[in-house]
């Protein structure tokens, strides 16, 4: 084994966990930014794989194909104040991946389970020095079973609609709170109830409920666990 892969596995990563809604994207990208670490948007892996096979022209029902394409996948998030920004092969693709087609290519792709094996394994190769925040909801259970910190984010499922329904309307879309509220708690029941990878925390992490806390002391109290347990210098 190199000394390079050692000090890759060796690097600290902090898991952030959790519901939709829980301020996981934002909490993740600040942290990452303040401490200068590498970040991990493991939700957005999905809809890259398939931008990356229609690029290589890779047909989304060869799953060997596409799980090839997963395999070396050129992606790059980087952490920055108001947004991450995602390069697939060194090019833009923070918005291109959010669009409806893709996010479609995206369902279909993640239930090649070749896919998904070699997802994993590409999602532990962004464990580089100086440390990884890891973002999604399966961090701290599946794919970083061994990270020394381990946070499961968490809002009332009223707070979390909130929180989404301000999201749409600064994006000039109107939506329904009630509504909101029956999709987070649908999609709640779904992640918890699957068979792989279910929504759960950790045996080892700390929840943490931030319905009543506001982005920045979420940051702070993370940078402090961090710092407490010396995986980051004080900031």
């Known amino acids: 084994m190199s000394d390079t892969h050692q000090t890759g596995r060796e690097a600290p ?37 398939a931008l990356a096979a229609g690029k290589h022209g890779v047909a989304l029902e060869d799953e060997a194909g596409v799980a090839e394409v997963a395999r ?3 992606v790059v ?9 995602i390069l697939l ?4 693709a923070t918005t291109v991946i959010r669009t409806e087609q893709v996010g479609d290519a995206a369902s279909r792709v993640a239930a090649l389970p070749a896919v998904r094996n070699a997802l994993l394994d590409r999602q532990r190769d962004f464990r580089q020095p100086p440390g990884l925040v890891a973002d ?3 961090m701290g259970t599946v794919v970083f079973t061994d990270a020394p910190l381990k946070i499961f984010l968490t809002a009332s ?16 879309v109107d939506a329904s709170l009630s509504s909101l509220l029956k999709e987070i708690q649908a999609r709640d029941a779904r992640d918890m109830q699957r068979s ?6 950790a045996d080892d992490a700390i929840t ?9 002391e979420v940051v702070d109290r993370l940078t402090e666990l961090l710092t407490e347990r010396g995986l980051a210098p004080a900031t």
Do not use: N
């Not at 092969?89 to 833009?92: I, K, Q, V």
């Not at 979390?160 to 600064?170: H, K």
């Not at 792989?196 to 925390?201: D, R």
């Open 13 to 49: 990563v902090l898991t952030i966990d959790g519901p939709g809604g829980a301020g996981k994207g934002t909490i993740s990208r600040l942290v990452a930014e303040r401490l200068g670490w590498q970040l991990l948007d493991s939700g957005a892996l999905y809809r890259l794989t």
């Open 72 to 74: 070396r996948l050129d």
């Open 77 to 85: 998030f980087v952490a920055e104040r108001e947004a991450t920004r």
């Open 89 to 92: 092969e060194g090019e833009e």
């Open 136 to 138: 999604g909801r399966d």
């Open 157 to 172: 499922a009223d707070e979390r609609a909130r929180r989404r329904q301000r999201q749409l309307r600064e994006a000039g």
């Open 196 to 201: 792989v990878a279910p929504l759960k925390p």
């Open 208 to 216: 943490l409920d931030t319905t009543c806390l506001t982005i920045p």
